[in-house]
């Protein structure tokens, strides 16, 4: 889709989960998406601490949720370049490809209140039309303060509601490595991938 109003929800997703879900549901109906792409970081820069799920697991249960919803897709955007993938780099990419289109950028409020700190802050606000914003517990965002470091930044932010779920893909992973019940967590049928495949 070049253009319309598209939605980009960056994220490991190891694993997808419901809160994911919920998320990108409620940003597509909230924010008057025309589509809703899931942009999956193969190698993320700031996890290379962690080990990470094989790209191709998180993609196959990707592809799960999006036989599920139809408003769904899975950008190709990180898949089809070399690391590291920055945030800037995407978004100029996607602008480049579809300048017509209004390009919205999904991040959690966590994300918000580091904004300063990522790379080329600058680039990425400028490469942007909206920013979706899904609130979390606990975090109390200064917008103005953060509008000054990043100059512009209040004109552009939106927040999504009804999306303050305190799931995490980490969470999930401890739950099944420690034998405690995860499955109320995902879709039946993400369950039963990470069953059958024995992922974490």
């Given at each position: 889709?070049?253009?319309?109003?598209?939605?980009?929800?960056?994220?490991t997703f190891?694993p997808?989960?419901?809160?994911?879900v919920?998320?990108?549901?409620e940003?597509?109906?909230q924010?008057?998406?025309?589509s809703?792409?899931?942009?999956?970081t193969?190698?993320?820069?700031?996890?290379?601490?962690?080990?990470?799920?094989?790209?191709?697991?998180?993609?196959?249960?990707?592809?799960?949720?999006?036989k599920?919803?139809q408003?769904?897709?899975?950008?190709?955007?990180?898949?089809?370049?070399?690391?590291?993938?920055?945030?800037?780099?995407?978004?100029?990419?996607?602008?480049?490809?579809?300048?017509?289109?209004?390009?919205v950028?999904?991040?959690g409020?966590?994300?918000?209140?580091?904004?300063?700190?990522?790379?080329?802050?600058?680039?990425?606000?400028?490469n942007?039309?909206?920013?979706?914003?899904?609130?979390?517990?606990?975090?109390?965002?200064?917008?103005?303060?953060?509008?000054?470091?990043?100059?512009?930044?209040?004109?552009?932010?939106?927040?999504?509601?009804?999306?303050?779920?305190e799931?995490?893909?980490?969470t999930?992973?401890?739950?099944i490595?420690?034998?405690?019940?995860?499955?109320?967590?995902?879709?039946?049928?993400?369950?039963?991938?990470?069953?059958t495949?024995?992922?974490?």
């Amino acid at each position: 889709m070049k253009n319309g109003r598209i939605g980009y929800f960056g994220g490991t997703f190891d694993p997808p989960h419901l809160g994911h879900v919920i998320l990108a549901m409620e940003a597509y109906y909230q924010l008057k998406l025309d589509s809703l792409q899931w942009v999956v970081t193969p190698d993320p820069p700031h996890k290379k601490n962690r080990s990470i799920t094989p790209l191709k697991k998180r993609l196959e249960m990707l592809e799960l949720v999006m036989k599920k919803y139809q408003e769904f897709g899975i950008s190709q955007v990180d898949l089809q370049r070399d690391p590291p993938h920055y945030a800037a780099d995407t978004v100029e990419i996607l602008k480049n490809d579809a300048p017509e289109a209004g390009l919205v950028y999904i991040i959690g409020e966590d994300s918000l209140r580091d904004l300063p700190d990522w790379k080329d802050p600058e680039r990425f606000l400028a490469n942007i039309d909206e920013l979706a914003i899904a609130p979390r517990p606990n975090v109390d965002t200064n917008l103005e303060e953060l509008d000054r470091e990043l100059p512009g930044l209040m004109n552009k932010t939106v927040f999504i509601s009804e999306v303050m779920l305190e799931i995490s893909s980490s969470t999930i992973r401890d739950r099944i490595i420690h034998g405690a019940p995860y499955q109320h967590f995902l879709m039946t049928e993400i369950a039963e991938y990470i069953k059958t495949h024995q992922i974490y």
